[in-house]
């Protein structure tokens, strides 16, 4: 075990002698490349120096971005996440070299690792890996000049503005500057004066569109050290595309608008009046519950769209309060309704919905029906037939009554003159009697009867009048609660109008 980790050892060791330096017995089997890389990395011991022979010079760093895709905006944790290649270039005096000393080599590709490399940073990084970078090569020119492009990934954090979502316009920047030299030391630059992200590779993204591309240096003193450090800001505008949001979020809201309207031309007899409010009151919480999901909770602002659920919502709550109120006017509106009520909603506003009106409906069709009206049996003309009738019965009975009383006379008086003559006619006169209290007694029982019709016809009567009235006021009461409802329509139809075009005036 002892010696296997003696061996070990000194395998590393010879590994890592091969790494530093070249066997000079085996120089003259490489080719010219293999040869420079070798007597470069040679004579570069110190990889953490910067790279000038005088240290009170300072090394010129230029400094780019190419985007090449924008992954994604995490807009509930506010994070831009981005693929890009960076770009640095700078003058390392300890790697250059004569070309005709290796065949006219004029540059080479050394790892980074090997050589001084300048510590750019992303300041406003919100990542939680060690590395942003991809290993790559660096190019070398003969002049010392080193050209690297590395793939990066960047986390960077962006201020999220929802207020417009899912029409919102983002503005988000990425610092970068040295972290440990100042301008003195490193002085950081644009590379070819590029002040922009570069777009020549960029991949267009599915959700988002580059509206605005720019970038400035800036140098800032900061409260840790008196020396003065240089960043480049790359700042990017980003709009959202949002024809995905328009089937998910738009569409679905607009319809649940418009079918708050139709809660008022449902029929207040209808149960379902009611419920339909309450489902599209859940339906606007499942679509509040899915914008919240996507939208940071700890915002400034709340979005237009979120406001727009809350203020149908809100509408709807205030709809189906309405549609209880119409449904209560419509079954319990039964007293007296008063003259401004009547020319406000009777008058005016039906005739300006063009709304005929209930009682008018209801007139017509009992005058056009087959069946007669039930009043027509409580008119005068009944009781002008009645009296008539009785008037009839009466004179009857009267002239019967001086018939019979003018030939009781006459009989009384044969019967006193001729007494003796006439004992048969008793039998007579006594039946004639019989019928005179017959028939008095008949006509009282009539004109009874016909007391008791009268008064019993006019109590008929005036119930009929009470009903009918009754029956009149409440139609006019459904009429004002069937005006309120198309009323209530307008009105949220005017809303709702209003409410798209300040939400989405887009």
Not at 23 to 45: F, K, M, P, S, T
Not at 327 to 345: A, D, E, Q, S
Not at 464 to 470: N, R, V
Request: glycine share 4%; hydrophobic share 40%.
């Amino acid at each position: 075990m002892f010696y296997s980790f003696i061996i070990l050892i000194i395998l590393i060791t010879v590994d890592w002698s091969f790494g530093q330096k070249c066997n000079r017995e085996r120089i003259h089997r490489w080719n010219a490349e293999q040869r420079l890389i070798c007597d470069l990395l040679d004579n570069y011991q110190v990889r953490w120096g910067r790279p000038v022979r005088n240290t009170s010079e300072g090394v010129e760093v230029r400094f780019g971005l190419q985007l090449i895709h924008i992954s994604d905006l995490d807009e509930k944790n506010q994070v831009l996440i981005t693929n890009q290649w960076q770009i640095y270039e700078w003058e390392d005096e300890a790697l250059t070299w004569d070309p005709e000393d290796y065949d006219n080599l004029m540059d080479i590709r050394l790892p980074i690792k090997r050589i001084w490399q300048p510590d750019v940073t992303l300041y406003n990084y919100a990542d939680t890996r060690l590395e942003e970078k991809r290993e790559v090569l660096a190019i070398v020119y003969h002049n010392g000049t080193v050209f690297w492009k590395p793939m990066s990934i960047f986390k960077s954090t962006c201020q999220i503005d929802i207020r417009r979502f899912p029409y919102d316009r983002q503005n988000c920047s990425m610092k970068f500057g040295t972290w440990t030299y100042d301008s003195s030391k490193v002085n950081l630059k644009f590379y070819r004066n590029i002040q922009k992200f570069d777009l020549n590779s960029y991949v267009k993204s599915n959700e988002w569109s580059i509206i605005g591309n720019s970038a400035s240096r800036y140098t800032e003193k900061y409260d840790c050290c008196p020396e003065i450090y240089v960043d480049l800001k790359f700042y990017i505008n980003l709009e959202r595309r949002g024809g995905f949001y328009n089937y998910i979020l738009i569409l679905p809201c607009v319809l649940l608008s418009c079918l708050t309207c139709i809660l008022f031309w449902l029929p207040p007899e209808s149960p379902s009046k009611l419920v339909l409010g309450m489902n599209i009151f859940t339906s606007f919480f499942v679509l509040l519950l899915l914008l919240y999901k996507n939208m940071p909770s700890n915002a400034e602002h709340i979005p237009r769209i979120g406001a727009y659920y809350c203020l149908n919502m809100g509408m709807i709550a205030t709809s189906t309060f309405l549609c209880t109120i119409v449904v209560h006017i419509y079954f319990r509106g039964n007293g007296p309704m008063p003259t401004i009520l009547r020319k406000v909603f009777l008058e005016w506003l039906a005739t300006c919905f063009c709304m005929v009106p209930h009682t008018a409906a209801h007139e017509q069709f009992v005058t056009h029906s087959s069946i007669p009206p039930i009043k027509a049996t409580c008119d005068g003309d009944k009781f002008e037939k009645f009296e008539l009738l009785k008037e009839r019965f009466k004179s009857f009975g009267d002239r019967h009554i001086l018939t019979t009383n003018d030939d009781l006379d006459n009989e009384i008086l044969e019967i006193n003159h001729d007494y003796e003559h006439e004992q048969q006619t008793d039998d007579i006169l006594t039946q004639q009697i019989q019928q005179q209290i017959t028939a008095s007694l008949a006509f009282m029982t009539v004109e009874t009867d016909l007391k008791e019709i009268r008064n019993f016809l006019r109590i008929t009567r005036k119930r009929m009048e009470d009903k009918e009235a009754k029956a009149k006021t409440v139609n006019d009461w459904k009429q004002v609660a069937l005006v309120l409802d198309r009323t209530f329509f307008f009105i949220y139809l005017t809303a709702i109008i209003i409410s798209l075009a300040a939400m989405f005036p887009r």
